[in-house]
């Protein structure tokens, strides 16, 4: 059976099943690995030592990172197992062995609080599309580095008495994240209709797949970035992934302890750790929220402002917040 034929095969079965990305995620390896090798190779000729060695040498000539390499090497591993439990070729010892399938340790995203608060007090009043986006990347900074397909796939069920709680797409951990001032001001500003599916509007088409319109959102997020930090200035790349490994390395520098940081952002951890982070409640994690948030607190406000602005839900039926003329205000029910 031909290499692209199969999968492709794999990739209908795969969306079938609603597993949208992991299907995206093998065409891709099946384009970059037909470029080099043509259509029409069988599955038996390319699973070979010498062929995926040659890959992997063409790939690096074209200067593909050894990340990618490794991801589209994977990618082939996967589908080659499968090949095998479908009985379409015979398992070879140690194929993937002579190839890159590892993980280099990249440069790190995070920007420093001075970045972040510059994209913050930006005035957008004629930019109101990057305003748009530019609040979603504070939005997900302020709920502790949310990534943007959890933020899509926010519901209103999520909101608990000033708290979101859901379930993280990656891992399926469950977090808790107090809802801070500034939190609840972009959500209430941005929160679709009652009758929506979701808190945001990035899936607002019924008519079209959810995986289709949530990439696409992504990618506009990503480019709308460029442009604003290109607009302010801003040396630094800044991407969806920006807000999230920034929170994390300000809560660190801020002495939040790396259990807490781990915990708030969803991360796995070995058994152990796991056990231990059972001991850290709501009420910590709020005060590693505050730390975070009171490095980018505006420096116009007093003391007692500050504390209002950054203030996360604490079940009052009151909240002040700071409205976008720079005043403390009060609302009734922070949320809703």
Not at 110 to 123: F, G, H, M, S, T
Not at 224 to 239: P, Q
Request: proline letters at 3%; hydrophobic letters at 40%; charged letters at 25%.
């Amino acid at each position: 059976m031909f290499l692209s034929k199969f999968i492709a095969g794999n990739a209908k079965k795969l969306i079938e099943r609603g597993a949208d990305r992991t299907a995206s995620a093998n065409m891709s390896t099946m384009r970059s690995a037909c470029s080099f090798a043509g259509q029409s190779i069988s599955l038996a000729k390319f699973f070979t030592c010498n062929n995926l060695i040659m890959y992997q040498h063409y790939l690096q000539r074209r200067g593909t990172s050894r990340n990618t390499i490794s991801f589209y090497m994977r990618r082939l591993r996967s589908l080659y197992n499968q090949a095998i439990r479908e009985g379409l070729m015979q398992r070879i010892p140690g194929l993937f062995s002579v190839v890159f399938t590892g993980y280099v340790r990249t440069k790190k995203r995070a920007v420093a609080p001075e970045v972040i608060r510059k994209l913050q007090e930006a005035d957008l009043s004629q930019e109101p599309d990057l305003a748009f986006w530019r609040d979603i990347f504070m939005l997900s900074f302020y709920l502790q580095g949310m990534s943007f397909v959890d933020m899509a796939h926010l519901k209103s069920e999520n909101i608990q008495e000033r708290t979101i709680v859901y379930a993280r797409s990656k891992t399926s951990t469950q977090i808790s994240i107090p809802l801070s001032g500034p939190a609840i001001e972009i959500l209430r500003k941005y929160r679709q209709a009652p009758e929506c599916i979701y808190l945001l509007p990035f899936i607002i088409d019924p008519k079209k797949k959810e995986s289709t319109q949530r990439e696409s959102a992504l990618k506009m997020f990503n480019r709308k970035l460029k442009i604003l930090a290109e607009m302010l200035g801003i040396k630094t790349k800044i991407t969806s992934y920006t807000a999230r490994h920034t929170w994390a390395t300000t809560a660190y520098h801020q002495g939040v302890p790396l259990p807490i940081i781990s915990q708030a952002m969803g991360h796995r951890t070995e058994e152990v750790t796991r056990v231990y982070l059972d001991s850290f409640n709501l009420e910590e994690i709020s005060k590693a929220q505050e730390a975070v948030l009171d490095t980018i607190a505006p420096k116009a406000l007093n003391r007692k402002e500050r504390r209002m602005w950054k203030r996360v839900g604490n079940g009052k039926d009151y909240v002040r917040h700071r409205a976008s003329d720079g005043q403390i205000r009060c609302k009734h029910n922070a949320f809703g």
